[in-house]
């Protein structure tokens, strides 16, 4: 990363992964998901001599310059870019969008992209909180919140609202779609290994083919909807109480209905398998799918062992992360 230029401002944000119910809470249903503070997006701010707001996403190769006027709004009135608008709301928000401050921002990311620990959302998060701090104003995680929702749908069209919402309260949350996410504390510290397949896939496809075969037969996807949210009901139920075999085991059910849901791959269920064998309480793939990141639960004793099997059997890398 480039050095820090002097007052310049910096906005973090972490990565996220589901434990239970992605896809389901596109349609209602509950799900789970807590932020991964080992995987982070950075935005820093430099006041820049030439009069221009420019962007530089360097993990994506992307320069992008905004310019006068164009006040955003939250139809999406905007350019087809998700850092663009998030930027142009959050000049908005501050009265800055009809005189742009020359600003020039350095995006950098440890998230991978297009693997379902939120890249696009966290990355959204960290440009509009070092905008906000560069203006002297702070953000309330609701109204952050608010904003990258809306630069998520351009990342994939109906989002359930969850990535962003966990990306910007930074904590662990229960999440109905439309509703205040609930924060929750797990009462036994939780070990996750998140494997990376190393297969890119972009949550706007699966999200749409899910949606196409809802379409298609809505008696039985509402059903497998029905069925997860049962699952991650329990899941809450065991983190209240501490009980990580139970949510072992609720992994692997919920896993199960995914594969129904038709957004596994079999370089996921290789991990899953993988991590299973070697002694993981439970596993499945974590946010989209099609590709992207596995989880696995595990006790710290097996920890090294799951982890190491993973990397063996292929996967890209692997993350721990405790809850
Ligand atoms: C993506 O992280 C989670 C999905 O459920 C999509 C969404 O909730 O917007 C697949």
Redesign the pocket.
């Known amino acids: 990363m480039e050095s820090l230029p002097e007052n310049g401002k910096v906005g973090t944000a972490p990565g996220?992964i589901?434990l239970a119910?992605?896809?389901?809470?596109?349609y209602g249903r509950p799900?789970v998901?807590v932020p991964v503070w080992d995987a982070v997006a950075t935005a820093v701010i430099s006041v820049q001599s030439s009069a221009s707001f420019t962007m530089h996403a360097h993990d994506i190769q992307q320069v992008i310059n905004i310019s006068d006027g164009g006040k955003a709004d939250k139809s999406g009135n905007s350019e087809d870019n998700p850092l663009a608008l998030a930027a142009r709301l959050a000049l908005t928000e501050l009265d800055l969008a009809y005189a742009l401050p020359s600003w020039r921002i350095d995006i950098h990311s440890t998230i991978p992209i297009a693997s379902?620990l939120?890249s696009g959302a966290a990355v959204s998060a960290a440009l509009i909180r070092a905008i906000f701090l560069q203006a002297g104003q702070t953000i309330d995680d609701a109204t952050l919140s608010a904003l990258i929702y809306e630069s998520?749908k351009l990342h994939?069209g109906?989002?359930?609202?969850?990535?962003n919402t966990v990306v910007a309260y930074g904590k662990p949350v229960w999440y109905i779609k439309g509703n205040q996410p609930i924060p929750f504390q797990s009462k036994a510290s939780l070990s996750i290994l998140i494997g990376d397949s190393g297969v890119a896939a972009p949550?706007k496809e699966?999200?749409g083919d899910v949606r196409l075969a809802w379409q298609r037969d809505p008696a039985h996807y509402e059903h497998l909807f029905d069925q997860i949210g049962e699952i991650v009901a329990k899941v809450r139920q065991a983190i209240q109480v501490g009980n990580v075999e139970q949510l072992g085991g609720l992994f692997n059910q919920n896993q199960l209905l995914l594969e129904e849901l038709q957004?596994s791959h079999p370089k996921l269920e290789q991990l899953i398998r993988t991590a299973r064998e070697a002694g993981a309480l439970g596993a499945k793939l974590s946010?989209?799918?099609r590709g992207g990141n596995m989880i696995a639960l595990v006790e710290p004793t097996a920890e090294e062992r799951v982890k190491e099997a993973l990397l063996k059997a292929g996967a890209k890398r692997v993350i721990s992360t405790c809850i």
Not at 21 to 26: D, F, I, K, P, Q
């Open positions: 996220k589901i119910g992605e896809h389901a809470v596109v799900a998901a379902g939120g998520e994939h109906t989002p359930s609202g969850i990535d949550t699966s999200v957004v946010g989209g799918g």
